[in-house]
């Protein structure tokens, strides 16, 4: 059979399509350009699919527990501080969206950046003396989670590794695994409050370490580093060379008692990209709005790693239009009185959980300073409670895990270290 030919004639300056050959049982019909077809079907997942596992989310998503018909489930786990109600976002936030919405401006595309306004907005709101900032040095994502996927993808290539936090938040590892990125953890001390292991983590740096999360305040420990501590960290990383990656969507939600202090403001030598979001500190998770902030007062991450990111926000545009449309009076109203009584009652019910836990044989609680947790998870004998339940509901959870370990916890006798466990 003859192939098909179509013809074209040429218009103007339009170029005409001539031999346009179709392939006709299975066969090419163009000389010299045979090819072979697949036998059978052989469809397969990527393998960055296949390096994909996220603990926490495997575990929620999938979780197919029937709940005690007596008892109501309290639920400990995921840091979501809108579960129970009881720590609504301010009735200005709250209209700052609505503004948005009916002004019928922020319906379209954005920049994969974000609008410019917006991200002067957050320049302007984070910027200080100690680590300036300009609109150029902000890029708006869906998330905090979006920020960290970006600054991970920038900053490493598949066979390089980074140096995440044990105990530490999942989604680190999540990510770097997927994309064929080694994960190295460096030690967390619950004896010195969840201070770094500084020897520890130095002696795991090599000429293949793309860069170091820091995490502070932090997710599962609770725990706020120190000025001194967090001087130190950079002169590791100074000392190494190592660009840092500061995780900061718990800044400022510190207790009375402590003081945050932004990484960045603390170093002109090490380049810092910092991620933060509206999530936690105006409990509005769901609304998907983070940001990265980039503090490179030396220029060595040049225009290659600014130039990276934004290439990188453009695979899929950023986070919605109508958030980012309300983010100016969502910084510039929200009142101060707003912040204060969230972590009052944060930190009321961190005293509670930790004075409940602490009487129970075989637990051994840290006191948290911040964020939205007690204890930790993914380290040996170590769990973390979320603190964001109603009080009534606090105290109910600590009687059923003092219930369930005096049924269940043994020590050995004469043994103090599995006490201490």
């Known amino acids: ?9 040429s218009k103007g300056n339009l170029p005409s399509i001539l031999d346009v050959h179709v392939n006709v049982g299975g066969r090419s019909s163009v000389p010299g350009k045979m090819k072979g077809r697949k036998a059978r079907w052989s469809v397969r997942p990527s393998d960055m699919a296949k390096k994909t596992f996220n603990p926490i989310r495997a575990i929620v998503d999938n979780m197919k527990v029937k709940p005690n018909p007596n008892k109501t489930m309290i639920s400990l786990s995921i840091g979501d501080p809108t579960v129970f109600g009881n720590l609504p976002t301010d009735p200005e936030v709250t209209q700052a969206m609505k503004d948005a919405l009916d002004s019928g401006k922020y319906n379209g595309y954005a920049p994969s950046i974000g609008f410019l306004s917006s991200r002067e907005e957050i320049a302007s709101y984070y910027h200080c003396p100690e680590a300036p900032l300009e609109a150029k040095d902000v890029i708006l994502t869906s998330g905090c989670s979006q920020a960290i996927d970006l600054c991970l993808a920038v900053l490493a290539n598949p066979g390089q590794n980074i140096l995440v ?16 990125i080694e994960v190295k953890l460096y030690n967390l001390l619950p004896e010195k409050s ?11 740096i090599d000429e ?14 609770g725990s706020v580093f120190s000025k001194r501590h967090l001087q130190k960290i950079l002169a590791v990383a100074a000392r190494q060379c190592v660009p840092i990656l500061a995780d900061e969507i718990y800044g400022d939600m510190v207790f009375s008692d402590c003081k ?7 170093s002109t030598d090490v380049p810092i990209l910092s991620c933060g979001g509206l999530a936690k500190r105006w409990l509005v998770p769901g609304w998907r709005l983070g940001w990265i902030l980039i503090h490179d007062r030396r220029d060595i991450f040049g225009n290659e790693i600014r130039d990276g ?3 990188l ?8 239009t109508i958030v980012q449309g309300a983010l100016k009076s969502i910084l510039c109203r929200t009142p101060g009185e707003f912040y204060h009584n969230t972590l009052s009652f944060l930190k009321s019910n961190a005293d509670l959980c930790y004075g409940a836990l602490a009487a129970i044989p075989g637990l051994r609680p840290v006191r948290p300073s911040g964020a939205m947790y007690l204890m930790c998870f993914e380290y040996p004998n170590f769990i973390r409670v979320v603190i964001t339940v109603p009080e009534v509901m606090m105290l109910e959870a600590c009687s059923r895990i003092q219930e369930f370990c005096e049924q269940h916890y043994h020590c050995a006798e004469g043994s103090q270290e599995e006490c201490d466990k």
Not at 1 to 9: A, E, F, N, R
Not at 313 to 320: F, Y
Request: proline share 10%; aromatic share 8%; net charge neutral.
């Open 1 to 9: 059979m003859d192939p098909y030919v179509i013809q074209m004639s």
């Open 165 to 180: 936090p044990r105990p530490g938040f999942s989604l680190y590892k999540t990510l770097a695994e997927s994309m064929g």
């Open 194 to 204: 969840w201070e770094i292991d500084l020897k520890q983590l130095e002696s795991l």
């Open 208 to 221: 293949k370490t793309a860069c170091l999360i820091v995490n502070n305040p932090s997710n599962p420990c």
């Open 260 to 266: 945050y202090e932004p990484l960045a403001t603390l």
């Open 309 to 311: 990111l934004v290439k």
């Open 313 to 320: 926000s453009q695979r899929i545009l950023g986070p919605c």
